[in-house]
């Protein structure tokens, strides 16, 4: 069955310094996001992604992320200066109408 | 705008028993989708069931159903025969009928299968 891939699983970082999550989609999908989940807290939307743009992001999405779909297959999430509250899982999704499909996550520790 | 609302953090029930996850929501859409998403301690999302907010009838999957209450604006998750693999935290979730729409998620229920 095809996956959403999420690299690395497993990110340390020094505060102040940038990072960036990789994603591969599912390949007919059109339609991605980045969801973060704080340790013990609910899911929560970052930014949703469609034809190349940016259709919605949430409060949390400041001007320190930005994403970016470089070679039409990857879907990438860079933080620009991490701060220790950056520190949480990321989840990227692609969707195929409503089914959702989940990233195993990188969990990204700010330190 | 959409909220999804489970009022119980945690739950504990003995293996092989049944239970059931309690979720509210609120929206003023008349199409969407609910879903029931399982995170264990690996703390992969992975995709319990699925309703379409159109149809009557309660989603089923192996052990897991749904009591879908459109008035009432109410979707429970049951689990039957409970395995100590169904340890997890389970979250409701909601999302509108626009194909880039965002899902919206409950804070989750912490369910703790005792052996």
């Known amino acids: 069955e095809p996956e959403v891939t999420q690299t690395p699983s497993h990110q340390v970082t020094q505060m102040g310094q940038e990072v960036i999550l990789r994603c591969v989609p599912i390949s007919n999908h059109l339609y991605f996001y980045w969801y973060r989940q704080i340790l013990g807290q609910k899911v929560e939307f970052l930014v949703s992604?469609?034809?190349?743009?940016?259709?919605?992001k949430s409060e949390i999405f400041d001007d320190q992320f930005s994403v970016e779909r470089p070679d039409g297959s990857n879907f990438t999430l860079k933080i620009r200066s991490t701060k220790l509250e950056d520190s949480a899982m990321y989840f990227c999704a692609s969707s195929y109408f409503e089914k959702l499909f989940f990233g195993s996550g990188t969990q990204l520790s700010v330190l | 705008a959409q909220t999804v609302t489970q009022s119980q953090p945690e739950m504990s029930v003995q293996e092989a028993e049944t239970v059931t996850l309690s979720c509210t929501y609120d929206?003023?859409?008349?199409?969407?989708?609910l879903f029931w998403y399982k995170q264990p301690p690996s703390r992969q999302m992975i995709l319990v069931i699925r309703q379409e907010a159109y149809k009557q009838q309660n989603a089923t999957e192996n052990r897991f159903s749904v009591n879908f209450q459109k008035a009432a604006k109410s979707f429970s998750l049951k689990i039957s025969d409970s395995q100590l693999g169904d340890t997890a935290m389970y979250f409701c979730a909601f999302i509108k009928m626009n194909r880039d729409d965002k899902i919206i998620f409950g804070k989750g229920t912490r369910l703790h299968i005792l052996p």
């Open positions: 992604f469609y034809n190349n743009e940016i259709s919605e």
């Open positions: 929206t003023s859409e008349s199409n969407y989708y």
